[in-house]
């Protein structure tokens, strides 16, 4: 940027932040990528020399595993220390306690979303004075309402469909003037008044980030249009529409994510054997034996082996089709020696191990808990993996698979659509193998299609691999997702600042 406008990040969820913004503390709570996505932009951003700051709520019991007590004292050594505070830590006592992001009830999540709210906006705002606020997911959703009010540039960023709603009196009871910036939040019903609507008349959290916001991003093009398109049943019309409003206005877009640069095989430290483009072939072989070694598989470094890194969740990861078709894959590749390893928790967990149990398959078939250094193991030690996923904002997996030399077989869908073209060894192009039927038959499709790769010349399957590791950390980092957002940012200040709330 020309100039240096002050950006402030609001976020829920962050895995770390860097050491120089200004603080010691190991910040880091986590319920989901949101965190992950927070952290590496906030992080890029301060790298690319970005006035940047950061809002959160003040996770005492989650940060750095301290006490109540021992946290505040080392907090107030630190802001002691500081001479520029770029981490804003929002304080209540509604989340001093929590031991997660998200409890899991409503209402005590939307108790914390509304303390935490309602620090930004009485104290945090005035106290930072930012040119653009970038809001993320509905525990931010008031926010762009009141930026609207303050003429304030908001981007507000959709990472999970999930929402909340309340009521103006229940906000208010919260400390939150809604009165001063009412009509710029999206409710339920029409309002007629603010007096008519103030004790019955729901507000929806996201939509109303998207309703009020100055520019809407989703974590990935596809799943924008997507929505826009409404092909997701599951996404309420109140959402679809606005954010189509957004779009044709010109107002929304998709920007990926990004993985960390941690997963990188070459600089790995929870892999046994770190490597890279130019020794993967040897090196991986060697994960995969002590991998198989460790998860009780069958040692063997020339198994074809296929790994599932994420939830076990059939809403979403479409891990049902999985379990349909994981015994017909071992039977039909049995002379390839072709293993499968789950590294996941979710529904799906016991359905995974009956199935290699009943079967007699548990040195085929291992199904493990997550845990990061096993997860991280796994990539660095299988052929492919699995994201056959219903629906997916962005994913992250499929582009850490890339960057491993472990190719995904994904679902032609959101995020998956915008970062995995099918793998083509004849003219030397993709990265991976889609499938476009959501169904059992089309996830064996494509396993049959990662089996034909394997079958390859393991020289001319060598050299595939090299190019995609080489271009996945080329297309996936941190640098090309903050630049993004900058071209964004830039493009908000330029913006003319007009949008229409409730007609009255």
């Known amino acids: 940027m020309a100039t240096k406008p002050r950006i402030l990040i609001v976020t829920p969820e962050v895995t770390y932040l860097p050491e120089d913004m200004g603080s010691q503390a190991n910040y880091s709570a986590k319920a989901g990528g949101l965190a992950d996505v927070s952290a590496a932009l906030i992080s890029a951003l301060f790298d690319l020399r970005c006035d940047v700051h950061v809002a959160l709520p003040d996770y005492r019991s989650i940060f750095n595993g301290y006490t109540p007590d021992a946290y505040s004292r080392e907090i107030e050594k630190i802001r002691a220390r500081l001479k520029d505070e770029r981490i804003h830590l929002a304080a209540d006592r509604a989340f001093y306690y929590l031991d997660h992001v998200y409890s899991g009830y409503s209402e005590k999540d939307l108790k914390v979303s509304l303390a935490f709210q309602r620090e930004v906006m009485n104290n945090i705002i005035p106290r930072v004075n930012p040119d653009i606020i970038h809001c993320n997911d509905w525990m931010t ?20 469909i999930h929402t909340m709603t309340s009521t103006m009196a229940e906000i208010e009871d919260r400390g939150i003037d809604i009165a001063a910036f009412w009509k710029w939040l999206y409710f339920k019903t029409p309002p007629h008044n603010y007096e008519e609507s103030r004790d019955w008349n729901r507000i929806d959290f996201l939509s109303s980030g998207v309703f009020a916001s100055h520019y809407v991003n989703t974590v990935s093009p596809t799943f ?163 994201m056959p996923s219903t629906f997916e904002p962005c994913g992250l997996p499929q582009m850490v698979g890339g960057i491993y030399g472990t190719l995904p077989i994904v679902h032609d869908t959101g995020g998956l659509h915008d970062t995995i073209r099918q793998l083509d060894s004849e003219n030397n192009q993709g990265n991976g193998f889609l499938f476009n039927v959501h169904d059992a038959g089309g996830l064996f499709w494509a396993v049959d299609r990662a089996m034909d790769f394997h079958f390859l010349d393991p020289d001319e399957k060598e050299q595939h691999l090299k190019r995609i590791m080489i271009d996945s950390v080329l297309e996936f980092n941190h640098t090309n997702c903050a630049e993004q957002y900058i071209i964004l940012y830039e493009k908000m200040l330029q913006r003319p600042f007009i949008v229409r709330p409730w007609n009255f």
């Open 141 to 160: 959703g008031l926010i762009p309402a009141m930026a609207r009010q303050l003429g304030i540039p908001c981007l507000f960023t959709i990472h999970n």
């Open 224 to 386: 924008l249009s997507e929505i826009v398109d409404d092909r997701h049943p599951f996404v309420e019309k109140c959402l679809q529409a606005e954010l189509s409003n957004k779009f044709l206005a010109g107002c929304a877009t998709g920007i990926l994510n990004a993985p960390e640069p941690e997963f990188n095989p070459a600089v790995d430290e929870l892999i046994r054997h770190n490597y890279g483009p130019k020794n993967h072939k040897k090196i991986k072989k060697k994960n995969k034996v002590y991998l198989q070694q460790i998860v009780d598989l069958e040692v063997d470094e020339n198994a074809v082996l296929f790994f599932w890194p994420s939830r076990l969740d059939p809403v979403q990861k479409g891990c049902q089709l999985l379990a349909q078709i994981m015994y017909d894959m071992v039977a039909k590749y049995w002379d390839s020696k072709l293993q499968i390893i789950s590294v996941g928790d979710g529904e799906y967990f016991g359905h995974f191990q009956d199935i290699a149990r009943l079967h007699g398959l548990q040195n085929r078939i291992s199904v493990c808990h997550f845990n990061e250094s096993l997860s991280h193991q796994a990539f660095a030690a299988s052929d492919f993996l699995f």
